[in-house]
């Protein structure tokens, strides 16, 4: 089973992907994540392999050395032959002990793979978990390659091409083969580039780098036309990492035969560094440029065997080709800007682009009635709710309170009408205390009087607790998060939105956010109705959807995202959607008649001069004071 805890392998990514940011300086990505990955992966030994002109090639590992047969194997399984490569690499991959992923998956011009060879047949959950981590540092080894070719960019392309103009313009072999060797050495940084001429017995050096002339007797010559023959019988490329006997350090050689038409084993080159830092972002540079520069010096050296007399007559022809075709510069630059004028004039369609949500057309949202909290809620997320149907069964503190403030009022009340309808009984047997009857009448009238205002505010008070229980407005389905946890508990204050109900059943519409610069041209297109656009779901790739848009705000909505936006709406076939979602994102292309194409192009610096200079006000200016003489 993998050593693959959540800490050891977030530590690792973790430093790795800071390494990768930074763009490698030090090139020490690849050591550290072959070396991390033989303990995390449990593996018998890991590997990093590229592909040069279609040889894999071998660029470090960690583990436990393999030899050539399994290695061979791995290869293969990793740099299929294109003919039926996949099922062949299904198959293998199953009966073998390795596991492999390649990157980038952005540009497979260049390849890279991450290999892992386990000492015995693993389970499949193992296989499965590994396979997860090898991709897991595969994303961020692509990451260390976006990061380190925008670093080697820099100039790597102008100077590659500038070389490849002085190999076009060779005028013999020597200078030829010469310039090749030069410009390899220049663009990988190497110490020394040989190339070689080979036939059957024999292997020839014919340029090296650094070197005007060649002595065909020197040691150290004939010792590398030796070691070019031994690995051109192999007819693929080789990285070597041998040991100097005089300096005892570290030496990388790169082989790899150099493709011609005629003969693919007529040449070989052999590129040698002796610092071992870069090595494989050097490989990497020769596997991008060694294309560029064969092209070229295979069509120089083709064109340099024709003879002298050939090439002479057609230097001449393509310079008098050349004169006759020539035109004055100002008449080319004239037709060209009359091109252009033309071609800015031509009426284009004029499109509006917009986000968009979807939303059902028949929804309501439930608010708090009262200041009050949940008691009870009585519905769930997604629950099919009808019409006056209990929702929410909320509880007002204050509301209660003021209710037994009401109900005591009440009481007193009653207790003081009994004692006075006593005190009038008592009084009305006596017809001479009149003016006592009259006053105590009076304050019976006044008791009765608030006694009715008390009877009115309870029942006001008893409909806002009736109130207190919410119901459905509309049949529908409930739309909301966790109520459970986000409502529970929860002081609420009246209006306070709970969560909505919406016929998911019923007719759906395009909630459209029209920037606000884009408005006037919307409104403007309005004007002879509905307007027909096209529109899509984000997360679906089904295309040629269309709605009708048919209202917009004048109101400006001030959106933290978008800006400031006019909220438009557009009627769609719910038969389009298989299945709405409620605020699933969307794009719309609204049409807004034709413009020129000039005006396209150019629409924002158009506006912004209408802005500036166009539409500016212009000052009354104050006339100047009239002084009146004063009379004599």
Known sequence: MPDATIENTDRVLGQLETIARNADPQNIFYRRLIESLVPILQAQSVLLATCIEGKPLILDSAGEPLNGTLLAEGLALTFPEPKGHELHSQTNSQRSNWMVTRFPKNNPSMPLALMARFDQQSSRQDLLVAKNLLDAFAEISELREVYVENARAVGLWKRASVRCQELASAQSHVQLHRGLVEALRESLDADRVSLFASNTQHSTMVACSGSASIDPNSALV??????VFESLSENQTKLSDEVSSESQAH????????ETSGNPRAYSLLIEWSDPQAIIDRVQKA??????FNQTWQSQNRWLFLPSEIRGKAHAKSASAKHSRSFPKSALILAGVAALAALAMIPCPFTIQAQAYLEPVDQRIVHASADSFIQDLLVREGQLVKPQEPLVQLRSPSLELQIEEVAGQQRALEEKKNGLRVAINQLSSSSTDLANQ????????????????????????????????????????????????ELSDRPLQRGDALFRVADLQGPWQLILLVADRDGGYVQKAMEQGPIQIDWGLENSTQK??????????????QRPAEGPCRIAKASIDNKQVDLPVIGA???????????????????????????RFWFTSTLTPIPAATFIEPMP
């Open 251 to 258: 030496r990388y050689s790169l082989f790899m035969p150099w």
């Open 585 to 611: 994102v969307a794009y719309a292309r609204i049409p807004c008649g034709t413009r020129p194409l000039w005006y396209i192009w150019s629409r924002p610096m158009v506006e912004f001069l209408q802005k």
């Open 438 to 485: 009259t006053r105590v009448s009076a304050d019976l009238k006044i008791i009765e009087v608030q006694e009715s205002q008390s009877r009115k505010k309870q029942e006001f008070l008893l409909e806002q607790k009736e109130d207190l229980l919410v119901r459905s407005p509309i049949e529908g389905m409930v739309v909301g998060g966790d109520l459970q946890r």
């Open 287 to 292: 596997s991008n440029l060694f294309p560029m």
């Open 544 to 557: 040629g959807l269309r709605a009708s848009l048919h209202s917009m705000t004048k109101d400006v909505d």
């Open 222 to 227: 004939q010792s590398l036309e030796k070691k």
